[in-house]
């Protein structure tokens, strides 16, 4: 918030600048009212959940080095004494902890940790697999995720729970993504960013870690107006080419992600299989015009927003295995693109309907006028791929999807040497 008696009217404009600065000054409380989320009371005492308070044994030291080693070259060697003061942090960590962390670059960060009921090797074949597209089983999250730079020459992110097999030796991989995440729950912008990844992997002791870094590279493109249609959790997006928020008033605004870091470390005891510790912490700026408008709070919505998902999916029962979701892929890959863009189409026209169905969006104009043919040209097989694989999870968890239970099920368990059913 920037104070009123801080802003300096030029004498020589006179009220014109005058009106001119109070315009802007609303106009930034309006984006700042916009982006902040109350205070979330505790539901035992009534009280409000002081998020503000910085905790004092913070790994600092060590979340630096992660950071920088993001950015390092391929051959430097990681310095354990440095990282596992992050790994202790996260293993005492209560899961309803939330420290604020200290900012980085000017940036507000957020930490969350959460114990997941799974295998390691199991978490990461389902969340690093090139065979399961992130935006298939991280749908509020993620829209689309592609390598652009790959380790030594192949074809795909790192298969990091193939290397967990042998880790007598530390392993580092890295690489380049270009990410385009999901429409926020408040501007209803995404945005597409480019990422650099590194992954390291080790054992200490009787744990065996996995570190994901990410390191935003430069500013994002300026956030596109998307649509959630229904219920977050139905996973129904629309995404439009027009610039802007999806809010009335502030259609025309042209914000960007200015600065995004983030340090993710999954933690399994050799004493307790099948139960992993997850630690998150990130920093994001974003906002328009150079105003950073992201608070810890914010950071932290949309961290539980992805990680409930995630916990949920993964434990469920109806979660199909990763063997049936790369079989799945395998199947789509392999049919012909009119075909994979024939039932992309029905998707967005299900989901364009849906949304003019909708009070709060049959006014848009961005969605009255959308063409769902048009929409489907612009996305390349992987995208076609990705968006259909979404349509089968959402099919074995019962969400309502246009596509039929003979083509699901013929994508799962296809007959080998017989065409794909289409209906």
């Known amino acids: 918030m920037y104070p009123i008696r801080d802003i300096k009217i030029d004498p020589k404009l006179g009220i014109l600048t005058g009106i001119s600065v109070a315009f802007w000054y609303l106009f930034a409380l309006m984006l700042i009212c916009l982006f902040a989320v109350p205070a979330v009371a505790d539901s035992d005492t009534g009280e409000y959940d002081p998020v503000a308070t910085v905790r004092s044994d913070l790994p600092e030291a060590g979340l630096t080095y992660l950071l920088d080693l993001c950015d390092a070259t391929s051959g430097t060697a990681p310095d354990f004494s440095k990282v596992d003061p992050v790994v202790d942090f996260i293993l005492k960590a209560d899961n309803s902890s939330k420290p604020t962390l200290e900012p980085r670059e000017e940036i507000s960060g957020a930490f969350i940790a959460y114990t997941l009921e799974r295998p390691l090797n199991e978490a990461l074949r389902y969340a690093y697999n090139q065979q399961i597209p992130e935006g298939a089983i991280n749908a509020s999250s993620v829209s689309y995720s592609q390598w652009e730079t790959t380790p030594a020459g192949s074809v795909g992110p790192p298969e990091l729970w193939r290397m967990l097999a042998d880790l007598s030796k530390p392993k580092t991989v890295r690489g380049v993504v270009r990410e385009t995440i999901s429409p926020d729950l408040h501007t209803g912008a995404y945005y597409e960013y480019g990422l650099k990844r590194a992954f390291l992997l080790y054992h200490r002791d009787d744990l065996r870690v996995m570190i994901s870094i990410s390191n935003q590279m430069g500013e994002s493109d300026v956030g596109k107006k998307g649509f959630i249609v229904g219920d977050d959790q139905d996973w129904n997006y629309l995404y439009t080419q027009e610039n802007g928020l999806n809010k009335g008033g502030l259609g025309w605004v042209k914000t960007r992600i200015y600065k995004f870091f983030s340090i993710c470390a999954y933690i399994e005891d050799l004493n307790r299989p099948g139960k992993v510790k997850i630690g998150i912490f990130q920093w994001l700026g974003a906002g328009w015009a150079g105003f950073n408008l992201v608070e810890s709070h914010h950071i932290r919505e949309g961290m539980e927003r992805q990680t409930t998902q995630f916990k949920s999916l993964l434990e469920s029962e109806k979660m199909p295995s990763a063997d049936t979701l790369e079989r799945v892929y395998q199947s789509l890959s392999r049919m012909d693109e ?68 003979f083509f699901m099920v013929a994508l799962r368990d296809p007959v080998p040497s017989t065409p794909m059913p289409l209906s």
């Open 338 to 405: 009119a075909t994979l863009r024939e039932k992309a189409t029905e998707v967005v026209s299900f989901i364009r309907d849906k949304a003019q169905r909708d009070e709060k969006l049959m006014r848009k104009k961005a969605v009255s006028k959308l063409d769902p043919e048009a929409y489907v040209a612009k996305m390349d097989k992987d995208q076609l791929v990705s968006e259909l694989m979404r349509e089968f999870m959402k099919f074995t968890f019962g969400k309502e999807t246009p596509l039929g239970a």
